[in-house]
T-cell receptor, first 115, second 114 residues
Framework: GNSVTQMEGPVTLSEEAFLTINCTYTATGYPSLFWYVQYPGEGLQLLLKATKADDKGSNKGFEATYRKETTSFHLEKGSVQVSDSAVYFCALRDAGGTSYGKLTFGQGTILTVHP | DAGVIQSPRHEVTEMGQEVTLRCKPISGHDYLFWYRQTMMRGLELLIYFNNNVPIDDSGMPEDRFSAKMPNASFSTLKIQPSEPRDSAVYFC????????????FGPGTRLTVL
């Protein structure tokens, strides 16, 4: 079945540090990949997405590249801010089979950024 | 648009009681999803509807859980009887198209069963 594995958290950084959150996946077919962010007390929001191999999703200074050869979709940001403190979820949407269209989420990674 | 609306935001109940969670999707969205989030199992899809019809309920954990969508603007998730292991955050999400468009999540209902 489909699965998404994220790096263990929590991740604690100082403001302006470089961020990487690793994400790898297992899926049948050619899934679409997503990063969602959950701020305290809120629901999940779509941060960025990529729908095919080598696509790069980007938003709010965050980037992630769909790497089919390594089945990865690592999230990066060059300079984090305190306001980026949140929980980040990697997810895939299967393109076929019995899981067609459903989202499968990773466990989430808690990011805390200190001033 | 106000986004996906869920109520209540917090619910504390005792084991054995019936719990009803409510969701109002974004107007015009034809898909509605119920998720459960726990530390142990992460975020799990429980059930989803298309045009008010349940399409896939394979994620519903037990017969104690049931979900309905009587019209396009309202859905409920009911747990009867509730158990402590049902304690979790329950999210409702909606989307316009299942395959291509993003799902918009509500703020969630934090359920605590004592």
């Amino acid at each position: 079945g489909n699965s998404v594995t994220q790096m263990e958290g929590p991740v604690t950084l100082s403001e302006e540090a470089f961020l990487t959150i690793n994400c790898t996946y297992t899926a049948t077919g050619y899934p679409s990949l997503f990063w969602y962010v959950q701020y305290p007390g809120e629901g999940l929001q779509l941060l960025l997405k990529a729908t095919k191999a080598d696509d790069k999703g980007s938003n709010k200074g965050f980037e992630a590249t769909y790497r089919k050869e390594t089945t990865s979709f690592h999230l990066e940001k060059g300079s984090v801010q305190v306001s980026d403190s949140a929980v980040y979820f990697c997810a895939l949407r299967d393109a076929g089979g019995t899981s067609y269209g459903k989202l499968t989420f990773g466990q989430g990674t808690i990011l805390t950024v200190h001033p | 648009d106000a986004g996906v609306i869920q109520s209540p935001r917090h619910e504390v109940t005792e084991m054995g009681q019936e719990v009803t969670l409510r969701c109002k999707p974004i107007s015009g969205h034809d898909y509605l999803f119920w998720y459960r989030q726990t530390m142990m199992r992460g975020l799990e899809l429980l059930i989803y509807f298309n045009n008010n019809v349940p399409i896939d309920d394979s994620g519903m954990p037990e017969d104690r859980f049931s979900a309905k969508m009587p019209n396009a603007s309202f859905s409920t998730l009911k747990i009867q009887p509730s158990e402590p292991r049902d304690s979790a955050v329950y999210f409702c999400a909606s989307s316009f198209n299942f395959d291509y468009n993003e799902q918009f999540f509500g703020p969630g209902t934090r359920l605590t069963v004592l």
